[in-house]
């Protein structure tokens, strides 16, 4: 009879079993959250500027009487403000340059004015409805849109304090650096 006797591995107790490697977080994830946030943000911007030249052609097809005419304009410059900016700052970030903070923090106004200007449209569409259930669910629906904007917003906010904190502490981040 053989007596048992445990197998003994070459691997060592704190690294996990081939197939678990995969599955485990990577070491250095104290960008995690911005990383994956600004790439978020990359992404978002990218259809908001397709939707800004949106903007444009339905502002051309509305009379210029109409209520919303004024809104539609500010939406078109905000969307556009959104992706000229956002759409470098968020590459910047990523390659961890010093430079995309300060636009990082220029795309959060630009949204902030987006989402002002969004809260400015649904108050005259709102407004507009003949029927007191539709102005009521129009006001229901942009409350749901913007305080789901704010909650993005804040999210990447707190992505580019992320990266300014990061940057700062690392002495990362110059004009030249990730080019």
């Known amino acids: 009879m053989s007596e048992f006797q445990p197998q003994t591995s070459a691997i060592p107790p704190d690294v996990p079993p081939p197939g678990l490697a995969a599955c485990m977080p990577a070491q250095n994830t104290e960008l995690g959250f911005a990383k994956v946030m600004v790439i978020i943000d990359l992404v978002f911007c990218s259809i908001r500027l397709s939707l800004a030249f949106l903007s444009v052609v339905c502002q051309a097809t509305i009379k210029p009487d109409n209520p919303i005419y004024e ?3 500010f939406e078109a410059i905000t969307g556009f403000a959104i992706a000229v900016i956002g759409i470098p700052a968020a590459i910047l ?3 961890r340059v010093r430079f995309g903070v300060m636009l ?4 959060v106004a630009a949204a902030a004015a987006s989402i002002i200007v969004g809260i400015w449209q649904g108050m005259l569409i709102a407004g507009n ?7 009521v669910g129009a006001t229901i629906i ?8 704010i909650a993005l917003l804040v999210m990447y906010g707190v992505a580019v304090g992320m990266y300014d904190k990061f940057l700062k502490e690392t002495d990362r981040g110059d004009m030249q650096s990730g080019f």
């Open 129 to 135: 409805m003949p029927e007191e259930a539709a102005k």
């Open 142 to 149: 942009v409350t749901i849109a913007v305080l789901f904007r």
């Open 71 to 73: 809104a539609v304009i």
């Open 104 to 107: 990082g923090w220029l795309a």
């Open 93 to 95: 970030l990523l390659r």
